[in-house]
T-cell receptor, first 124, second 107 residues
Framework: EVQLVESGGGLVQPGGSLRLSCAAS????????MNWVRQAPGKGLEWVSY????????YYADSVKGRFTISRDNAKNSLYLQMNSLRAEDTAVYYC?????????????????WGQGTMATVSS | DIQMTQSPSSLSASVGDRVTITCRAS??????LNWYQQKPGKAPELLIY???SLKSGVPSRFSGSGSGTDFTLTISSLQPEDFATYYC?????????FGQGTKLEIK
């Protein structure tokens, strides 16, 4: 079964750090680009970060640039998000999502597999 | 950055109704538009990619159309399991932005 399982969320004080993990199974992890997407309580979806299959290309949302670091270990089938200098507005469920490339009549990307999410709460 | 605007923000409908949700992009982006469904407490699920291509396994009552800046998601005959929140998302360029969501509720 194709699956993504996040872990590492919890309660942290403002200015603190958390490291989220996403364990992949049921597919060749090293062949896929990956993303982190978050959702604040009662709010919509916000894309956070992207990493290419090799890890050589990385992008961030402006809201987390300079504070968050995305990485991956293809040998361990795992994706990570190191979150530093956390703020109250970073409180959210964090999802990892597989980036599927569809190549019918072109080259299209979409997030086809999502994990169940892990909650990060930043509060004193 | 590309801004995505969905309308309406909420919608009440009955089982069997035909409903349409609109998504507008702040700049032209060909057909790089995806639609997701999210139920309370669950992760989003991909319904449609490339504006009009149905993901395998998604019921055919869902359809998408549009290109450039204006896109629509149509559900031809609402089923009880379709009451959820729907998001559009552009995959044309980073940052990959989402619409604010459309909550579809039972009338």
């Amino acid at each position: 079964e194709v699956q993504l399982v996040e872990s590492g969320g919890g309660l942290v004080q403002p200015g603190g750090s958390l490291r989220l993990s996403c364990a992949a199974s049921g597919f060749t992890f090293s062949s896929y680009e990956m993303n982190w997407v978050r959702q604040a309580p009662g709010k919509g979806l916000e894309w956070v970060s992207y990493i290419s299959s090799s890890g050589s290309t990385i992008y961030y949302a402006d809201s987390v640039k300079g504070r968050f670091t995305i990485s991956r270990d293809n040998a361990k089938n795992s994706l990570y998000l190191q979150m530093n200098s956390l703020r109250a507005e970073d409180t959210a469920v964090y999802y990892c999502a597989r980036d599927q490339s569809y190549t019918s009549s072109g080259y299209w990307d979409a997030f086809d597999i999502w994990g169940q999410g892990t909650m990060a709460t930043v509060s004193s | 950055d590309i801004q995505m605007t969905q309308s309406p923000s909420s919608l009440s409908a009955s089982v069997g109704d035909r409903v349409t949700i609109t998504c507008r992009a702040s700049q032209s982006m060909s057909s790089y538009l995806n639609w997701y469904q999210q139920k309370p407490g669950k992760a989003p699920e991909l319904l449609i990619y490339a504006a009009s291509s149905l993901k395998s396994g998604v019921p055919s009552r869902f359809s998408g159309s549009g290109s450039g800046t204006d896109f629509t998601l149509t559900i031809s005959s609402l089923q009880p399991e379709d009451f959820a929140t729907y998001y559009c998302q552009q995959s044309y360029t980073t940052p990959y932005s989402f619409g604010q969501g459309t909550k579809l509720e039972i009338k």
